[in-house]
């Protein structure tokens, strides 16, 4: 039988792991959701593909977030508790909607803007912030799996702003419509509470208030991830004066 | 400029960036206003408790686009870019923080391809005693801006003590901040023209050099007559009360009680944010805001910022130092004229306010927390809006 807690973790560790165990198996569940999500979108992504080397990559990419949710997973167990994930959860549901919508376009870049852009900066940061605080294997395994998320984020970049360099307004305009649909929605996710009622992804009531126990907080992970998707913004080129105004004109 | 169909613009203008102002909000109700304006009216105002959080979070980045024009009929487009250093984080304790924001701000600058950078506030004082704190340049140089904020204030303090019938020679002057750029700076234009100089800072060690600068200079300046000196890092070790005071201490707080002064002082507070406490009790002391200068050919925002971003009752008004950069652009002089600390003397004082005055940049009216002074009413005709 697989121990209920990682026997290599310090005694320090599993104190504060099974005392927080309820708030880690929201954070993992809310994490796991995002990684399975992730893998459905690059599955779609591959059926609008026309380069045989664009569907192996997305193929892979789907793969490598299923690889991530099991990951997450694991760690759930280490520390006794059942990870859930709920896709069809309002706020997930919601984005899946939108990247479905850019499927249904055959919009390609729309595509890797939704998930490279914005879902994955929130989950870059967000990880981060995870894995800084989180103890002994749990927060190793959030800093890893950001780090692989960042990596791929570089690799749709150099496909973004090569499509940026064609027609900058154009593609700006793009982003923004998108901005306005799928960070509306992540910015009520991120919000410091949720005032629309449960999130049905955390398994009690809202993990948000019970952050601070584990040194984390609501208003830190939106911070953190409007920063990255700011900073990843600017890094396509963006006007910083553009995305300012978008960013600020968010629901809070 | 270009709009799209989303309302968004993204295309660059066409002018060159001559110039990049460089800044952060003094305090958190101008950061409020700032956040609410780029919301927009159809957005309703984030509650304070929000922007507290988000504001931090915000890297540093251009706000908006500043056109100023000269009254030569020159003009010069410029970018102001905050730094959004939060404004409860100015102290010591975020140094490190602070002085990082103000490289991603110097960084924007310079791939924005400004060819004079003006630091603006805290952002002056991180970077004047390093310059190697900011980032690699290539044909983008740096000011402080202080030499103008020097000029500005002298000019002031002239003026009022003009208006107010108080003779400058028989005066005693107290300089808080001495040992600054800007204090120094003072220090060095007035020191001749007054009685007596007290210089109060936190460094006994700087203030007795600055008095040992000021003995050198007066020697060298052979109309001088003998300028009593007295340093102290406390102000109750003065021998005498000030009839004239300069505030320019970088205080991350108004939090400056000014005691053993005279009762009907004059009092210049140049610091940003401001040094004096709103809970200080001076009622016969005059104090006025200095260091601030108006562009009688006009200045525009896009967006249109006017009121957020220069919040003082008279239009075109600028802070000394970033209102330097904007000379310096529209006289196309593009150096670093205001660098490192302790380097601002009278000459190079007058040098800057001709250069200034060529454009039509001139000292602001005076005014403090109750609005305009009263010889500055009704306001001076000065246009607007840049062509």
Same mark, same amino acid.
């Given at each position: =039988? +697989?121990?209920?807690?990682?026997?290599?973790?310090?005694?320090?560790?599993?104190?504060?792991?099974?005392?927080?165990?309820?708030?880690?198996?929201?954070?993992?569940?809310? *994490?796991?959701?995002?990684?399975?999500? *992730?893998?459905?979108?690059?599955?779609?992504?591959?059926?609008?593909?026309?380069?045989?080397?664009?569907?192996?990559?997305?193929?892979?990419?789907?793969?490598?977030?299923?690889?991530?949710?099991?990951?997450?997973?694991?760690?759930?167990?280490?520390?006794?508790?059942?990870?859930?994930?709920?896709?069809?959860?309002?706020?997930?549901?919601?984005?899946?909607?939108?990247?479905?919508?850019?499927?249904?376009?055959?919009?390609?870049?729309?595509?890797?803007?939704?998930?490279?852009?914005?879902?994955?900066?929130?989950?870059?940061?967000?990880?981060?912030?995870?894995?800084?605080?989180?103890?002994?294997?749990?927060?190793?395994?959030?800093?890893?799996?950001?780090? +692989?998320?960042?990596?791929?984020?570089?690799?749709? =970049?150099?496909?973004?702003?090569? +499509?940026?360099?064609?027609?900058?307004?154009?593609?700006?305009?793009?982003?923004?419509?998108?901005?306005?649909?799928? =960070?509306?929605?992540?910015?009520? =996710?991120?919000?410091?509470?949720? !005032?629309?009622?449960?999130?049905?992804?955390?398994?009690?009531?809202?993990?948000?208030?019970?952050?601070?126990?584990?040194?984390?907080?609501?208003?830190?992970?939106?911070?953190?991830?409007?920063?990255?998707?700011? !900073?990843?913004?600017?890094?396509?080129?963006?006007?910083?004066?553009?995305?300012?105004?978008?960013?600020?004109?968010?629901?809070? | 400029?270009?709009?799209?169909?989303?309302?968004?613009?993204?295309?660059?203008?066409?002018? #060159?960036?001559?110039?990049?102002?460089?800044?952060?909000?003094?305090?958190?109700? %101008?950061?409020?206003?700032?956040?609410?304006?780029?919301?927009?009216?159809?957005?309703?105002?984030?509650?304070?408790?929000?922007?507290?959080?988000?504001?931090?979070?915000?890297?540093?980045?251009?706000?908006?686009? /500043?056109? /100023?024009?000269?009254?030569?009929?020159?003009? %010069?487009?410029?970018?102001?870019?905050?730094?959004?250093?939060?404004?409860?984080?100015?102290?010591?304790?975020?140094?490190?923080?602070?002085?990082?924001?103000?490289?991603?701000?110097?960084?924007?600058?310079?791939?924005?391809?400004?060819?004079?950078?003006?630091?603006?506030?805290?952002?002056?004082?991180?970077?004047?005693?390093?310059?190697?704190?900011?980032?690699?340049?290539?044909?983008? &140089?740096?000011?402080?801006?202080?030499?103008?904020?020097?000029?500005?204030? /002298?000019?002031?303090?002239?003026?009022?003590?003009?208006?107010?019938?108080?003779?400058?020679?028989?005066?005693?002057?107290?300089?808080?901040?001495?040992?600054?750029?800007?204090?120094?700076?003072?220090?060095?234009?007035?020191?001749?023209? /007054?009685?007596?100089?007290?210089?109060?800072?936190?460094?006994? #060690?700087?203030?007795?050099?600055?008095?040992?600068?000021?003995?050198?200079?007066?020697?060298? #300046?052979?109309?001088?007559?003998?300028?009593?000196?007295?340093?102290?890092?406390?102000?109750?070790?003065?021998?005498?009360? %000030? #009839?004239?005071?300069?505030?320019?201490?970088?205080?991350?707080?108004?939090?400056?009680?000014?005691?053993?002064?005279?009762?009907?002082?004059?009092?210049?507070?140049?610091?940003?944010?401001?040094?004096?406490?709103?809970?200080?009790?001076?009622?016969? %002391?005059?104090?006025?805001?200095?260091?601030?200068?108006?562009?009688?050919?006009?200045?525009?925002?896009?967006?249109?910022?006017?009121?957020?971003?220069?919040?003082?009752?008279?239009?075109?008004?600028?802070?000394?130092?970033?209102?330097?950069?904007?000379?310096?652009?529209?006289?196309?002089?593009?150096?670093?004229?205001?660098?490192?600390?302790?380097?601002?003397?009278?000459?190079?004082?007058?040098?800057?306010?001709?250069?200034?005055?060529?454009?039509?940049?001139?000292?602001?009216?005076?005014?403090?927390?109750?609005?305009?002074?009263?010889?500055?009413?009704?306001? &001076?005709?000065?246009?607007?809006?840049?062509?």
């Amino acid at each position: =039988m +697989e121990p209920l807690i990682d026997v290599n973790a310090s005694p320090i560790e599993c104190t504060s792991l099974s005392l927080n165990a309820p708030i880690w198996q929201d954070i993992l569940a809310q *994490a796991m959701t995002g990684e399975i999500l *992730a893998a459905m979108n690059y599955a779609s992504l591959s059926e609008i593909c026309d380069d045989p080397a664009e569907v192996a990559d997305a193929l892979e990419h789907a793969q490598g977030e299923r690889g991530h949710a099991t990951a997450f997973a694991a760690e759930g167990r280490k520390i006794g508790v059942d990870v859930a994930n709920n896709v069809d959860a309002k706020h997930w549901k919601r984005l899946r909607e939108s990247f479905l919508r850019c499927i249904a376009q055959r919009d390609f870049i729309a595509c890797l803007i939704v998930q490279e852009i914005m879902l994955e900066s929130f989950a870059v940061a967000s990880y981060f912030r995870v894995g800084k605080v989180a103890p002994g294997t749990l927060g190793k395994t959030f800093l890893r799996i950001a780090a +692989e998320e960042e990596d791929h984020v570089d690799h749709a =970049m150099s496909i973004l702003r090569a +499509e940026r360099a064609r027609d900058a307004q154009r593609f700006d305009d793009k982003v923004y419509c998108l901005h306005l649909d799928v =960070m509306t929605t992540l910015a009520q =996710m991120l919000a410091k509470e949720c !005032k629309d009622g449960h999130c049905e992804v955390c398994h009690a009531t809202c993990v948000k208030p019970a952050l601070f126990d584990v040194s984390l907080s609501a208003a830190e992970l939106r911070g953190a991830s409007l920063q990255q998707y700011l !900073k990843t913004l600017d890094m396509l080129g963006i006007p910083g004066e553009v995305t300012l105004s978008w960013v600020t004109q968010l629901p809070v | 400029m270009g709009h799209s169909a989303t309302g968004v613009t993204t295309q660059p203008q066409s002018l #060159d960036i001559g110039f990049a102002l460089i800044g952060h909000q003094e305090s958190w109700r %101008a950061a409020a206003d700032v956040i609410g304006f780029l919301r927009g009216p159809q957005h309703p105002p984030l509650p304070d408790d929000e922007i507290k959080d988000i504001l931090p979070w915000i890297p540093p980045r251009t706000v908006c686009h /500043v056109d /100023v024009a000269s009254t030569t009929g020159a003009q %010069a487009r410029g970018i102001y870019i905050d730094s959004f250093i939060p404004p409860d984080r100015l102290g010591a304790a975020y140094v490190h923080e602070n002085i990082a924001r103000v490289r991603k701000a110097a960084a924007c600058a310079i791939k924005a391809g400004a060819k004079i950078v003006s630091l603006g506030g805290f952002s002056s004082v991180l970077i004047e005693g390093n310059f190697d704190h900011l980032p690699e340049r290539h044909d983008t &140089v740096f000011t402080t801006g202080n030499t103008l904020t020097v000029a500005f204030i /002298v000019q002031a303090i002239k003026k009022m003590c003009a208006l107010e019938g108080r003779d400058l020679r028989k005066s005693t002057l107290l300089i808080v901040g001495a040992t600054g750029d800007v204090g120094s700076g003072c220090a060095r234009c007035l020191a001749p023209l /007054v009685k007596r100089v007290l210089l109060n800072a936190r460094n006994l #060690d700087r203030l007795r050099k600055l008095a040992v600068d000021l003995r050198c200079d007066e020697r060298n #300046d052979y109309e001088a007559d003998r300028v009593q000196l007295e340093v102290a890092t406390d102000l109750q070790q003065f021998s005498a009360p %000030a #009839d004239i005071v300069i505030c320019a201490a970088s205080l991350p707080t108004p939090s400056l009680l000014l005691d053993c002064i005279a009762s009907d002082a004059t009092i210049c507070d140049a610091g940003y944010p401001k040094n004096l406490s709103p809970s200080a009790d001076m009622p016969e %002391a005059k104090v006025f805001f200095g260091g601030l200068g108006q562009i009688t050919g006009g200045m525009r925002f896009e967006p249109d910022f006017n009121g957020i971003l220069n919040r003082h009752p008279f239009p075109n008004v600028v802070h000394g130092c970033l209102l330097e950069g904007m000379a310096l652009a529209l006289e196309r002089r593009f150096e670093p004229f205001s660098q490192g600390r302790g380097f601002i003397t009278k000459h190079r004082v007058d040098e800057i306010e001709k250069i200034a005055a060529r454009h039509g940049i001139h000292l602001a009216p005076l005014y403090n927390t109750d609005g305009p002074l009263e010889y500055e009413l009704p306001s &001076v005709g000065v246009q607007h809006r840049a062509n």
